[in-house]
């Protein structure tokens, strides 16, 4: 099975800071990837999905980028409300695999 | 309003057997690929499983193949998850999530166009505990 590792698994940083997140899938996945946002006591929220396109709704500060094995998410203006756990998931085949998660914390 | 609602969660001993189950409401769940998702307490979120529209087509994460099945009934707008032989290592928030419009071909409704997961349930509790 392909897994998913995600870099890193926390970070803490200022409101306004550029942020990003990495995943990476231990063979190509094309562009079949999908960030989630999770925030503390809540359900998952889809972000990104075919790697780069925004779901409806999220904020544009919020990008995704990568394909192959290589992926990432980046928050260009961080926001107190973005302070959540967030999640790959690769789903170019079974088993839909997310990554271990990265929390982000506000400094 | 667009939702999921679980519900069959709660405490069983080891060994033991659970129906989840999940209603979408605001939808045509008949339209969708659904998942289950769980998430063992302070940890990530997990694949289970999935299934295709007209239930003919089901996925399975490896640690529940062979203990766990998953269902659908879309006259009911619900979707199942069969657990069988609970072991604790299956304590978790079980999360029903839609993903993937799915069509059929002449021969099979195995296809689908896959967006994420973009509904989720509150999930239910299942804790395995003697």
């Known amino acids: 099975d392909i897994q998913m590792t995600q870099s890193p698994s926390s970070l803490s940083a200022s409101v306004g800071d550029r942020i990003t997140i990495t995943c990476r899938a231990s063979?190509?996945?094309?562009?079949?990837l999908a960030w989630y946002q999770q925030k503390p006591g809540k359900v998952p929220n889809l972000l990104i999905y075919h790697a780069s396109t925004l779901q409806s709704g999220v904020p544009s500060r919020f990008s995704g980028s990568g394909s192959g094995t290589d992926f990432s998410l980046t928050i260009s203006s961080l926001q107190p409300e973005d302070v959540a756990t967030y999640f790959c998931?690769?789903?170019?085949?079974?088993?839909?695999?997310f990554g271990g998660g990265t929390k982000v914390e506000i400094k | 309003e667009v939702q999921l609602v679980e519900s069959g969660g709660g405490v069983i001993q080891p060994g033991g057997s659970l129906r989840l189950s999940c209603t979408a409401s605001g939808f045509t769940l008949s339209g969708y690929w659904m998942h289950w998702v769980r998430q063992a307490p302070g940890k990530g979120l997990v694949w289970v499983s999935r299934i295709n529209i007209d239930g003919t087509t089901a996925h399975y994460a490896d640690f529940v193949k062979g203990r766990f099945s998953i269902s659908r009934d879309n006259a009911k707008n619900a979707v199942y998850l069969q657990m069988n032989s609970l072991g604790v290592e299956d304590t978790a928030v079980y999360y029903c999530?839609?993903?993937?419009?799915?069509?059929?071909?002449?021969?099979?409704?195995?296809?689908?166009?896959?967006?994420?997961?973009?509904?989720w349930g509150q999930g239910t509790t299942v804790t395995v505990s003697s």
């Open positions: 999530a839609r993903g993937g419009i799915g069509y059929c071909t002449p021969t099979s409704c195995a296809d689908y166009y896959y967006f994420g997961m973009d509904v």
């Open positions: 063979q190509g996945i094309r562009n079949f």
């Open positions: 998931q690769k789903y170019d085949s079974e088993p839909l695999s």
